[in-house]
């Protein structure tokens, strides 16, 4: 069992439609992370979270927007996305954002874009 | 540029053997980290070992454990006794301390490791 909690576990949309995912930890984890990957790649890393506050941002496209309204969840808004953005996005945490402390996954969300 | 490279893309060994996974890093920093993380068909990332690069010693985790030479930046992992839930993907990755970068995760490309019965 995944100490990480993704929800959706798929998701289907169009080019036009808002949607959200979301992730949820209960570890007291103050580092936050999303992920995207796509098949028989490694992960992604989009964005970066450290005590609630955004410290990475890997020059992500503005249709994705990430929020973290507590230190347990993240959520990732989507909106007017490509299909190229189909990809299984991943959920990660860690007690900090020192080196030795190391990321605890998600089971992601599927996406995939009509 | 920190980079990351798994020079096998598949690997394929036989129940209860013993199979080696290479990886080689490039990095001009003294102070790093290293993980092995396992991916299964059911997606979840598992980390399965880590390093830090001031221990010499090798870590080991139950049939588990690490090739650690510094000096030629290479981690390579081996898993003894292969059993059939082993078959995944493995990816290695590197990470700097906090003062570099906010602790981001390299990846390298991934290999994916069938086990036969």
């Known amino acids: 069992d995944t100490e990480v909690t993704q929800t959706p576990k798929h998701l289907v949309m169009g080019m036009t439609n808002k949607k959200s995912l979301k992730c949820e930890q209960h570890m007291g984890h103050r580092a936050m992370y999303w992920y995207k990957q796509k098949a028989k790649k490694p992960p992604e890393l989009m964005f970066v979270y450290s005590y609630e506050k955004l410290s990475i941002n890997e020059s992500v496209p503005s249709r994705f927007s990430p929020e973290c309204p507590n230190s347990s969840l993240l959520n990732l808004h989507l909106h007017a996305l490509q299909p190229e953005d189909s990809a299984l996005y991943l959920c990660?945490?860690?007690?900090?954002?020192?080196?030795?402390?190391?990321?605890?996954f998600g089971d992601g969300t599927r996406l995939s874009i009509l | 540029a920190q980079t990351v490279t798994q020079s096998q893309p598949e690997m394929s060994v036989q129940e209860a053997e013993t199979v080696t996974l290479s990886c080689t890093y490039d990095t001009s920093e003294s102070d790093y980290y290293l993980f092995w993380y396992k991916q299964p068909p059911s997606r979840q990332m598992i980390l399965v070992i880590r390093?830090?690069?001031?221990?010499?010693q090798n870590a080991t985790e139950n049939r588990f454990s690490v090739n650690f030479q510094k000096a030629a930046k290479s981690f390579s992992l081996k898993i003894s006794d292969s059993q059939l839930g082993d078959a995944a993907m493995y990816f290695c990755a590197y990470r700097l301390p906090l003062r570099n970068q906010g602790g981001k995760l390299i990846f390298g490309q991934g290999t994916e490791l069938s086990v036969k019965p």
């Open positions: 990660a945490s860690s007690r900090g954002i020192n080196g030795n402390q190391p990321q605890h």
């Open positions: 390093q830090e690069a001031y221990k010499q």
